[in-house]
T-cell receptor, first 117, second 114 residues
Framework: AQKVTQAQTEISVVEKEDVTLDCVYE???????LFWYKQPPSGELVFLIR??????QNEISGRYSWNFQKSTSSFNFTITASQVVDSAVYFC??????????????FGTGTRLTVIP | DTGVSQDPRHKITKRGQNVTFRCDPI?????LYWYRQTLGQGPEFLTY????????KSRLLSDRFSAERPKGSFSTLEIQRTEQGDSAMYLC????????????FGQGTRLTVV
């Protein structure tokens, strides 16, 4: 069965520090997709990135970067030079491709990031 | 298009009453999903539609819950005989079809059963 573990419940950093949010997943599928979403206080989940299981290339988007390692079943998210606006709950999610045509997401429990000015 | 819209944003109801929530997806999206999120947890999948067909339902969706998407556009989620354990945020999302496409979420309906 699928499982997503975000062991860090809460993290606090001072503005401009770098921070890494950990995500470890379990799946029996060989084809799957991993996602990160941000949930600010307003409550709306904001899509950040999708990665499929065949693409282990790391990705950078501005201050955000993602490190996908199949060998350790991890998909970690790093924010460089954090800002107060980065304060939110961040969710890692998994979708298994055996669900034909579906992309139901299995979410972790989230990491609450607080950036202190 | 302004994104996924949900109505109402908040609902307080007495135990035993029925409630209905509405979701308007992004117009060109043919997939629509319902999730439930309780405090301190990640969203949990309830059900999804491709156009008007309900293709999958989670075991979390008891027989008191019913969802419809009659014309393949907006969707409704009804909870009959509400219980205190139904108190949660109900999130709607939509996506394009084909593979694991990114889903775009609405702001949710927060249900409180008293």
């Amino acid at each position: 069965a699928q499982k997503v573990t975000q062991a860090q419940t809460e993290i606090s950093v001072v503005e401009k520090e770098d921070v890494t949010l950990d995500c470890v997943y379990e799946t029996r599928d060989t084809t799957y997709y991993l996602f990160w979403y941000k949930q600010p206080p307003s409550g709306e989940l904001v899509f950040l990135i999708r990665r499929n299981s065949f693409d282990e290339q790391n990705e950078i988007s501005g201050r955000y970067s993602w490190n996908f390692q199949k060998s350790t079943s991890s998909f970690n998210f790093t924010i460089t030079a954090s800002q107060v606006v980065d304060s939110a709950v961040y969710f890692c999610a998994l979708s298994e491709a055996y669900q034909t045509g579906a992309n139901n997401l299995f979410f972790g429990t989230g990491t609450r990031l607080t950036v202190i000015p | 298009d302004t994104g996924v819209s949900q109505d109402p944003r908040h609902k307080i109801t007495k135990r035993g009453q029925n409630v209905t929530f509405r979701c308007d997806p992004i117009s060109e999206h043919n997939r629509l999903y319902w999730y439930r999120q309780t405090l301190g947890q990640g969203p949990e999948f309830l059900t999804y539609f491709q156009n008007e067909a309900q293709l999958e339902k989670s075991r979390l969706l008891s027989d008191r819950f019913s969802a419809e998407r009659p014309k393949g556009s907006f969707s409704t989620l009804e909870i009959q005989r509400t219980e205190q354990g139904d108190s949660a945020m109900y999130l709607c999302a939509s996506s394009l079809a084909g593979g694991a496409r990114e889903a775009f979420f609405g702001q949710g309906t927060r249900l409180t059963v008293v």
